[in-house]
């Protein structure tokens, strides 16, 4: 289905996991600010709305999406108290095929982190053909991915939680 018939910024607080004990860290790309932002403020309002403390919330900043995954890892290694980890960036195509490689290693790289890693890393990156759609998607007229990643965070969080409470049993 495609973004244009969801609203990113929905969810349902009745059906989502306590939160109030979760700790949720973000890894922000600089690239494209206004968009990488508006994404950023998005996750964290909804993460409070649903009850996280704003002192159990963490943020990096990368100077790219393609520096996400490295630091996302780093941050996998240096916070192990983390519930998940939010990887927010924006790739807009421009001229070259540069956006196809962008791309292809960031999201190569998020996906080991999370095969290998132990805390989840959620994929909160636009990759758009033009900013319009990267403005529609983050707090525009298909809401703020930024929203639907941080539940995403608290939803991941807590299978990792219950996957190591029955391990543990
Ligand atoms: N064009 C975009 C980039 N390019 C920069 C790369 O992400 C990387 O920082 C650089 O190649 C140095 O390693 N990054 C974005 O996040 N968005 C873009 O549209
Ligand atoms: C995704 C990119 O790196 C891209 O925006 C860079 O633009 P260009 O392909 O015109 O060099």
């Not at 490295?70 to 941050?75: E, P």
């Not at 995403?152 to 807590?158: P, R, V």
Request: glycine share 8%; aromatic share 8%; net charge negative.
């Amino acid at each position: 289905m495609a973004t244009s018939q969801k609203n990113l910024s929905v969810y349902d607080k009745d059906k989502l996991p306590d939160a109030k004990d979760m700790k949720i860290g973000f890894v922000v790309s600089e690239w494209n600010p206004d968009i990488t932002e508006s994404l950023f403020q998005g996750g964290f309002d909804a993460l409070l709305d649903v009850g996280v403390l704003k002192e159990n919330i963490v943020r990096w900043n990368v100077p790219g999406s393609f520096e996400l995954p490295y630091a996302c890892k780093k941050m996998q290694e240096s916070f192990d108290m983390l519930d998940a980890i939010v990887a927010v960036g924006n790739v807009i195509q421009g001229e070259t095929k540069h956006f196809d490689f962008v791309c292809q290693g960031l999201t190569q790289g998020i996906m080991e982190l999370n095969l290998k890693g132990d805390i989840p890393v959620i994929f909160c990156v636009l990759t758009d053909n033009t900013k319009a759609q990267s403005e529609e998607r983050s707090g525009g007229i298909h809401g703020n991915k930024g929203t639907e990643a941080a539940i995403a965070a608290i939803k991941m969080g807590q299978l990792r939680k219950d996957a190591k409470f029955y391990k543990a049993t």
